[in-house]
């Protein structure tokens, strides 16, 4: 353990950190519709899903060995670089948090690694083309994809259950989700930690811990694996609100058929290696199952809002790594040091701004809409 | 570059048929339920089997899915 100086000790606990934004921010795409229809109770929904990605992350390392040997050439990545590019992931989670927008956490991290990387080390050691092949493409496809399942299944869930009893209806389908629900967190589990595992693989290698090519330690997987089952039963209740209730008004055989949509198009694009976004395939599947029941309401102001979200969220993630980079090539240790503690001030005020007009357990059902504003004079708290 | 066309195919047929083959399955089983608690025997003892055999193929499609998920049983 000789190799582990200082600096990679604070890369290790940035990624943890980020790590727990991630699963934070994606609780909503296993949980956002069993909680919106009842099928949950809140508190539960994130209990479950919670322990189902520690349970999740113990069960395979696939994905983790593409990330840390894919995108960026992991020879000339430093963990300045890999620090850098964490900071922008991480803030641009925080933000997107603030105003519930479920963007791409995956994309985040891949857009602060670009980023910090192309300042660090030239925008030769930045695979493009795995770029595009590993993560654009899927990222433009799988969303498609889910919602067009979702839409279909849907539609045909009411056709047959047309002159059925509701309350049955409404009763099976609710368990139905339950176990849906269930297999995307275990499947969330297994793709999202990964991805923190690659990159404190990625450090361990380029710090000479471990051989070029080395799959990740235990240790490793069981800490990924706590941190975003920690972040998870935390629960983001910014995003689950927007997930569950903004982007259309969700009943339970389109929160089954989306839910469904989303685990066979994660676990069938997991088989095969790609790393895609679970949080663009879940809001994909809820779009495309607002659809499928006839006369739904979806609010395109919100999907367009989420769409746009994911276009900047790589871009944007890429400018803060850069940065982020940038200073820390110039400024050394001391840069490593300000680029934390600006970025901790961050991450304070965000989550300061957010107490104004706090999203709980309690009160995550109750509207559509998420707000940095402080509420309405007559509903406002002296706590809030 | 090199992008897999065949590799997404793959996963956008196999998503759709498995959602699609799912769902249905899943809600013939609630209508057999919806069935068994609306009627008398005769249809009460019809609907039962209806969903105990939907309800299984689709726990024998999480089984499978979770499968899938662990490489240790490959």
């Known amino acids: 353990m000789d190799h582990i100086t200082f600096l990679v000790a604070v890369v290790i606990v940035t990624a943890l950190a980020f790590d727990f934004t991630n699963g934070f921010h994606d609780t909503a795409n296993a949980m956002a519709t069993s909680i919106a229809t009842g099928a949950l109770k809140p508190r539960t929904a994130v209990l479950i899903s919670g322990v189902l990605n520690i349970a999740g992350a113990f069960l395979s390392t696939e994905v983790a060995k593409t990330i840390s040997g894919g995108i960026v050439d992991d020879a000339q990545v430093t963990p300045v670089m890999i620090f850098a590019g964490l900071v922008g992931a991480i803030l641009w989670n925080l933000l997107t948090w603030l105003v519930g927008l479920p963007s791409s956490s995956s994309h985040a991290l891949f857009g602060g690694l670009i980023g910090a990387v192309w300042v660090g080390a030239g925008s030769h050691a930045v695979h493009f083309d795995k770029v595009v092949d590993k993560v654009l493409i899927p990222a433009v496809a799988s969303p498609v994809v889910a919602g067009v399942a979702a839409l279909a299944a849907t539609y045909l869930a009411y056709r047959l259950t047309a002159r059925a009893r509701r309350d049955a209806v409404t009763k099976g389908f609710r368990l139905g989700q339950v176990a849906s629900a269930s297999l995307v967190s275990l499947a969330h589990g297994t793709n999202d930690a990964q991805k923190t595992m690659g990159v404190i693989t990625l450090t361990l290698i380029s710090a000479g811990a471990l051989g070029q090519d080395a799959g990740p330690p235990v240790w490793v997987i069981a800490s990924a694996g706590l941190a975003i089952g920690l972040g998870t039963y935390l629960g983001g209740w910014r995003i689950i609100r927007t997930m569950g209730k903004g982007l259309t008004e969700i009943h339970s055989p389109q929160g089954f058929a989306a839910e469904t949509a989303s685990t066979a198009v994660i676990l069938t694009s997991a088989h095969l290696g790609f790393a895609l976004s679970t949080t663009q395939v879940a809001s994909g599947s809820i779009l495309g199952a607002g659809l499928g029941r006839r006369l739904a309401e979806v609010r395109w102001g919100v999907a367009g809002r989420m769409a746009l979200a994911w276009l900047i969220t790589l871009p944007a993630a890429a400018l803060v790594g850069g940065l982020a980079a940038s200073v820390v090539k110039h400024g050394g240790n001391v840069g490593t040091v300000v680029i934390a503690l600006v970025a901790l001030a961050l991450a304070a005020t965000i989550f300061a701004l957010s107490r104004r007009n706090p999203v709980r357990a309690g009160n995550v059902n109750d509207h559509h809409e998420v707000t940095v504003r402080h509420p309405a004079p007559a509903h406002a708290g002296p706590a809030a | ?74």
């Open chain 2, 1 to 74: 570059m090199h992008v897999d066309w065949s590799a997404l195919g793959q996963v956008a047929a196999v998503s759709l048929g498995v959602t699609l083959a799912v769902v249905v399955v899943f809600t013939l089983g609630v209508l057999g339920l919806s069935r068994a608690e609306g009627s008398g025997t005769g249809g009460s003892a019809v609907g039962r089997a209806q969903a105990a055999l939907c309800f299984l193929a689709c726990a024998a499609v999480v089984g499978y899915g979770i499968w899938l998920i662990v490489p240790q049983f490959h």
